[in-house]
């Protein structure tokens, strides 16, 4: 079982930045490879970008390419999403998740804990 926690969310301007954090706990890291997703009211949560276990591979949809860093820290236990040039429509419920396997996901089933989420929120 591992537990995991959303942080750094907020409301900024178009064209800002934000760093989210999601900190682990139960767990070692290091045995998942690591996702963000995001939701909006009324629709489903949709896949942003992983990680795998050792930091060495990353995807990212292509809506944030470009935009959005995927890290993980695993001595801190801890994965980041730096997201640069913010706008309007990034504006979501950020959800870290865990997954078990070892091919990397993009399917909500594929992951096996999900944080709680942090809302960022982004003004035109």
């Known amino acids: 079982q591992v537990q995991l926690v959303e942080s750094g969310g907020g409301l900024v301007q178009a064209g800002d930045s934000l760093r989210l954090s999601c900190a682990a706990s139960g767990r070692t890291l290091s045995d998942y490879s690591m996702g963000w997703f995001r939701q909006t009211p009324g629709k489903e949560r949709e896949f942003v970008t992983h990680i795998s276990r050792r930091g060495r591979d990353t995807y990212y949809v292509d809506s944030v390419k470009g935009r959005f860093t995927i890290s993980r820290d695993n001595a801190k236990n801890t994965v980041y999403l730096q997201m640069n040039s913010l706008k309007p429509e990034d504006t979501a419920v950020y959800y870290c998740?865990?997954?078990?396997?070892?091919?990397?996901?993009?399917?909500?089933?594929?992951?096996?804990?999900w944080g709680q989420g942090t809302q960022v929120t982004v003004s035109s």
């Open positions: 998740a865990a997954s078990s396997r070892v091919l990397l996901g993009t399917k909500i089933t594929e992951y096996n804990y």
